[in-house]
Each structure stands twice: as C-alpha cells, then as structure tokens.
C-alpha cells in the first residue's frame, strides 16, 4: 500500500513556474515508476509525464514537453513537477500516481495508487 500527497500547487500569472512535490509513504517507493495527470474542469484527466523507478527514463505529454520536467528523490520517496513557462490552458487539478510497471507508463489503467491531487491555476 502507498499512500501519496502531492503540494506546491497555487494561483501564477502566465509565464511563471511552480515546482509540484509528491511524497510518499512506505518504504518501497523505489519498486514505483511514477507518473503526474492532471484534470482540467469540463475535462477528462490526462497524462503528463511519467519517471522510471530509477529515474533514468521519462516520457511527457507534447503539451508539457520542453517546459515541465519530472524527477524523482528515492531517498526522500518523492517525485516532482516543476512547471515553466505556464499558461492558463495548464490550469487544472494535478495529481502524482504510482505504478508496478517497471518504466515508464501513460495509461491510468496501469496506475495503482492515487494522490488527492493539488490545484493548479494560471492567469492569463
């Protein structure tokens, strides 16, 4: 069982940046590749971007490529957002999720556990 918190989230004008944590319980965070979706209002939840347990591979959404990077701290059992270049289509609840697969994975199908989620908001 793993339970996960995500923060960081908050109100930033166009252009900002905002760094997203997720922490998780449990001491077997490294045996998870972990992954961030988010949930934009009217909008189905989407992929974007997702860390190999070791943290040696990524993959992104084209919408976030290039302007968000996640990584991962094994030591401290939590994975990061950090979000640059925001604009107010990035608005939306971000959640972090964990996985068994081994790399990294966009389908929420092939995510186990769930955080609450943290919202995310962009003026424009």
């Known amino acids: 069982q793993v339970q996960l918190v995500e923060s960081g989230g908050g109100l930033v004008q166009a252009g900002g940046s905002l760094r997203l944590s997720c922490a998780a319980s449990?001491?077997?965070?490294?045996?998870?590749?972990m992954g961030w979706f988010r949930q934009a209002p009217g909008k189905e939840r989407e992929f974007v971007a997702s860390i190999s347990r070791t943290g040696g591979r990524t993959t992104y959404a084209d919408s976030v490529k290039g302007r968000f990077t996640i990584s991962r701290d094994n030591a401290k059992n939590t994975v990061y957002l950090q979000m640059n270049s925001l604009n107010p289509e990035d608005t939306a609840v971000y959640y972090c999720a964990a996985s068994t697969y081994y790399s990294t994975v966009r389908l929420q199908g092939a995510y186990d556990y769930w955080g609450q989620g943290t919202q995310v908001t962009v003026s424009s």
């Open positions: 449990g001491r077997t965070f490294s045996t998870y590749s």
